[in-house]
C-alpha cells in the first residue's frame, strides 16, 4: 500500500520532471487533486501531505463534505471542475474559487448575476469542445472568440482555457490544439491533463492538471 502522500510526491516529481524536459518551471505548474467521489477520510492525508487546491465535479456532493474541511483549512481553494447548471451558480460561487467549466453565455449570466450579489469573484475557464464531440461539454472551437470576449467584459476574471480530449485517443493533438488556441486568443493558463496524460499536458503547455485516480488509487499510473 502506497500512501496517499506518497503518490502526491511523485506525482509532483513528474510534473517537475515534464516541465524541465519542456524548459519550463515547474512551479507554473499547479496540481489539482480531483476528489469527487472520495470521502473526507481520503482527502485528509492530502490535506496533510500540504495539498491545497482540490476540484469537485458536483456542487450537490462538494456541499455535503467540504464545508467542514474548509473550516478547519480555510486556505484550501476549491476548483469546480464539472459541468454546471445555471441553477447551480449561486452555490457554485460561494463555494469555489476558480470554475473550470464555463461553457457558455448563458452560464456566464447566470454567474454574473451571482457574483453582483456575493462580491465573491471566482476565476473561471473557459472549457472548449476540443474534439468537436456531440455529448461533449465545452464550447465549440468556432464560438470560442465569442465567449472569451464575454468574460473579459464581465467581472469575473478570465482563469484560462480548459478542455478533456476524447476519451481512447492520443491526447497530446488535442492539448497542442488548445495551446494554440490560447495563443491565438491570448490567454496564458491552460487547465489539460488527468492521470493518464498529465506528463503530456505538462509538455504541451498545462498550467493546471487535474488528477483524481492516480492520487487516490494505488496502482493507478502515477
Ligand atoms: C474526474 C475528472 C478528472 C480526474 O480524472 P482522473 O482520470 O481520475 O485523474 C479531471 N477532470 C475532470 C473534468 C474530471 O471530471
Redesign the pocket.
Known amino acids: 500500500m502506497t500512501s496517499a502522500a506518497a503518490r502526491r510526491d511523485k506525482i509532483l516529481e513528474n510534473i517537475a520532471a515534464a516541465a524541465k524536459l519542456a524548459r519550463r518551471e515547474p512551479s507554473e505548474i499547479q496540481l ?1 487533486a ?1 476528489s ?1 467521489g472520495r470521502t473526507a477520510e481520503e482527502i485528509e492525508p492530502l490535506i496533510a501531505a500540504g495539498q491545497r487546491d482540490f ?1 469537485e ?1 458536483r456542487v450537490q456532493e462538494a456541499l455535503s463534505k467540504w464545508p467542514e474541511l474548509l473550516a478547519c483549512n480555510p486556505d484550501i481553494r476549491l476548483h469546480g ?2 459541468r454546471l447548471q445555471s441553477n447551480k451558480a449561486a452555490e457554485a460561487i460561494g463555494l469555489f474559487e476558480t470554475i ?2 464555463l461553457d457558455r453565455l448563458s452560464l456566464l449570466d447566470a454567474l454574473t448575476k451571482e457574483v453582483e450579489k456575493s462580491g465573491h469573484f471566482p476565476g473561471v475557464y473557459v472549457q472548449v469542445n476540443i474534439g468537436e464531440e456531440e455529448q461533449k461539454g465545452g464550447c465549440p472551437i468556432d464560438e470560442l472568440g465569442t465567449l472569451i470576449e464575454a468574460v473579459r467584459a464581465s467581472p469575473l476574471p478570465l482563469a484560462g482555457l ?1 478542455c ?1 480530449p476524447p476519451a481512447g485517443l492520443e491526447p497530446s493533438p488535442y492539448f497542442a490544439l488548445l495551446a494554440k488556441l490560447g495563443r491565438r486568443h491570448d490567454v496564458t493558463s491552460l487547465s489539460m491533463g ?3 496524460d ?1 506528463r503530456q499536458a505538462v509538455m504541451l503547455g498545462s498550467t493546471a492538471v ?7 488509487e494505488d496502482d ?1 499510473q502515477a
Open positions: 489539482v480531483v469527487k476540484g465535479s471542475i464539472g473550470h467549466s480548459m478533456i488527468m492521470s493518464a498529465y487535474r488528477v483524481g485516480t492516480a492520487l487516490f493507478a
